[in-house]
């Protein structure tokens, strides 16, 4: 599918700022498709939702060049990156490039730089499943910072990949296991609706701090940044708000 063929709106940075406060939102997520691609317009954006106080986000595969990272990462609060896999063959076997070094440095620098970053790891079965694989990706978040969250999401057949199953659940809840037994604090499984791992527990006491059902969140727990149960700090950005608007 071409880009023209897909039902979009232009928006001018400055309406976009002007309707995410209409809507009483606290920031900005750019998403779907990988938006280095228009990186001028996220920069564009952040330095106005800087002067507003919004949030800026991006929601990236990790590919940015040096320069490209020293430039919106100034406008940026928080980023998701997908690390596709925990090999350069999977790399450049599926992805089409040479390594996943490129990948590797930019949640490095993001981390370095301030940057709040969660990174996602979508677990196919066959291609980046094995237990080895997914041990050494825990192990290089653990070094960068153990209390990153980390998102275990399932693969479902689609576009290319049509001849490859869905994730069994078991798989993904063995992902858990491993990323818990490397130290990792905060680790999540999504596209499993409904399942306990989707929510967040406190990692001193395993209190249940945050309730979620897909997208929604049903019980917020967390006092003043801290678990209500042993006063633990909570590593969260942003402030609860059970606003809901009709877009």
Not at 31 to 54: C, R
Not at 109 to 137: A, C, K, M
Not at 186 to 200: A, E, M
Request: aromatic residues 12%; contains cysteine.
């Amino acid at each position: 599918m071409r880009v023209d063929e897909v039902d979009t709106k232009d928006l001018s940075p400055e309406e976009l700022i002007r309707l995410t406060k209409e809507w009483e939102c606290q920031g900005i997520a750019h998403t779907y498709t990988e938006p280095v691609l228009w990186a001028e317009y996220a920069i564009d954006v952040g330095k106005l939702a800087k002067k507003e106080g919004l949030y800026n986000i991006y929601v990236t595969n990790g590919y940015i060049t040096e320069t490209a990272l020293a430039e919106l990462g100034r406008y940026l609060d928080a980023a998701n990156v997908d690390v596709k896999a925990f090999t350069d063959e999977f790399y450049r076997k599926i992805c089409g490039v040479p390594s996943m070094e490129p990948v590797l440095h930019t949640c490095e620098w993001f981390q370095e730089h301030g940057v709040h970053l969660e990174v996602t790891y979508l677990i196919i079965p066959r291609e980046n499943d094995s237990p080895d694989e997914i041990r050494e990706f825990c192990k290089w978040v653990a070094e960068m910072d153990p209390e990153m969250p980390v998102h275990f999401s399932r693969f479902y057949p689609n576009y290319k990949m049509l001849h490859v199953p869905p994730t069994p659940v078991e798989k993904l809840e063995e992902a858990y296991k491993i990323a818990k037994a490397e130290g990792l604090s905060y680790v999540y499984l999504g596209n499993v609706p409904g399942h306990p791992y989707d929510n967040t527990y406190c990692p001193n006491c395993g209190e249940l701090l945050i309730s979620r059902l897909g997208y929604e969140i049903l019980e917020y727990r967390i006092k003043e940044g801290r678990c209500p149960r042993c006063g633990q700090k909570i590593r969260i950005i942003g402030a609860f708000s059970s606003n809901r608007q009709s877009f």
